[in-house]
């Protein structure tokens, strides 16, 4: 018997996985090879503060710390830190900047030199830093991971199919796997996953372009006016993104496109091609806190989702949390426990 049967493989399983490896657990995951899932889709952006009134995000200083020892223990070359380069696009946003400097300087710093990226970008309103800020190479990490999953026999490559799950007090029966609990880590598939299908999740749909820009050779800085620039692989670059609350499909849309192609020639004065555009969908949450522990009723059942626009610094900090619960009974924390929702899990 393993202890644990994990559903899916983006960031949340991935990390999970890793935690449960340093318990000394036993575990079996099954993720099925998607092209645009939202760990797949996402830029890997760690940014402290955010928002028009650039506000320091949820839980930053623990979170921030957390990443550097998460990743650098299980991914050390998929983690680096960079300076964002923060174009004001309005001088409203200007201001707001000069305003949260005045109150609060962590994180953000004015530019000393107000011409240093003249010579790649087009900008009138000068520009702030935020740092420090990660960039997680989830290109590599993801693939990674797998492989070495692949290599160790704890990862099959399939559809997990919720009829075939059987569900006991004290353990779970899938095909030929019988293990002590099930928790899934499948991303938006938890929103018709029927233990967590009445979780308040709200789906967010996000477009990104790849481009390719030969003569700008940035690894250590990511570069935002409106919309965010950060390097990718094979020395490509990211640019996105969309913040879709209602959508009919799942597509890249032309609107978004166009959008976004011509925000670039304003911005971006070296020469440039759009490689590949896709969109995704973020697994975030009404109260946009995530979703963490276990079926009130089923205890054999968990989960680990609800990341949101955030899943680089929060999957690495709640799976390691969901862990310490499994193995040495800590507490989860109430804002994030699942068992916040008990009456509506239990109806
Ligand atoms: C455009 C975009 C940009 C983003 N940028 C950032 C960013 O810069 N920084 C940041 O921190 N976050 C970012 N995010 C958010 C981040 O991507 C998510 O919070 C995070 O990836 C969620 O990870 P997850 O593991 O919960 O889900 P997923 O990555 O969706 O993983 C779920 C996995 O489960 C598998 N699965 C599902 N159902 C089944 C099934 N039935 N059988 C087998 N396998 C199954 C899927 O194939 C998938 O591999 C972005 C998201 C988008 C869409």
């Known amino acids: 018997m393993k202890d644990v049967l994990i559903v899916g493989q983006g960031i949340c399983g991935t990390f999970l996985s890793w935690y449960l490896e340093q318990a000394g657990r036993t575990f079996v995951v099954i993720d099925e090879e998607r092209p645009h899932t939202a760990s797949r889709a996402a830029a890997g952006l760690i940014n402290p503060v955010t928002?028009?009134?650039?506000?320091?995000?949820?839980?930053?200083?623990?979170?921030?710390?957390?990443?550097?020892?998460?990743?650098?223990?299980?991914?050390?070359?998929?983690?680096?830190?960079?300076?964002?380069?923060?174009?004001?696009?309005?001088?409203?946003?200007?201001?707001?900047?000069?305003?949260r400097l005045k109150d609060d300087p962590q994180y953000i710093q004015l530019a000393a030199d107000d011409h240093a990226w003249d010579s790649s970008f087009h900008y009138e309103l000068g520009f702030g830093t935020i740092a420090p800020c990660y960039l997680v190479d989830l290109p590599k990490l993801l693939p990674t991971a797998r492989r070495r999953m692949l290599d160790q026999r704890t990862l099959r490559e399939?559809?997990?199919?919720?009829?075939?799950?059987?569900i006991r007090p004290d353990s779970i029966q899938y095909k030929d796997i019988t293990a002590r609990m099930v928790i899934f880590c499948d991303g938006i598939a938890s929103f018709s996953n029927p233990y967590f299908s009445r979780l308040p999740f709200a789906p967010n749909k996000g477009e990104a372009l790849i481009l390719d820009i030969p003569q700008l050779d940035q690894q250590t800085a990511v570069f935002k006016k409106g919309i965010t620039l950060a390097p990718w692989k094979d020395g490509l670059y990211w640019v996105g993104s969309s913040y879709e609350w209602s959508f009919s499909d799942t597509n890249p849309t032309n609107t978004f496109r166009e959008r976004t192609e011509a925000a670039l020639k304003n911005w971006i004065k070296l020469p440039l091609q759009v490689i590949d555009h896709f969109a995704s969908v973020r697994p975030a949450t009404l109260e946009r806190r995530p979703f963490v522990g276990f079926h009130p009723l089923h205890p054999a059942v968990g989960i680990l989702n609800?990341?949101?626009?955030?899943?680089?610094?929060?999957?690495?900090?709640?799976?390691?949390?969901?862990?310490?619960?499994?193995?040495?009974?800590?507490?989860?924390?109430?804002?994030?426990?699942?068992k916040r929702f008990a009456k509506i899990l239990s109806r």
């Open 306 to 338: 609800g990341m949101g626009t955030k899943g680089c610094s929060l999957a690495p900090y709640f799976a390691h949390q969901l862990v310490e619960h499994m193995v040495r009974g800590k507490a989860i924390q109430p804002n994030v426990d699942v």
């Open 158 to 166: 399939e559809y997990f199919d919720q009829q075939a799950l059987t």
């Open 51 to 99: 928002g028009r009134r650039i506000v320091k995000t949820w839980m930053i200083d623990e979170l921030l710390d957390f990443a550097q020892k998460a990743y650098g223990e299980m991914a050390p070359d998929c983690m680096r830190r960079v300076d964002l380069i923060d174009f004001f696009p309005t001088a409203q946003m200007r201001l707001a900047f000069l305003d």
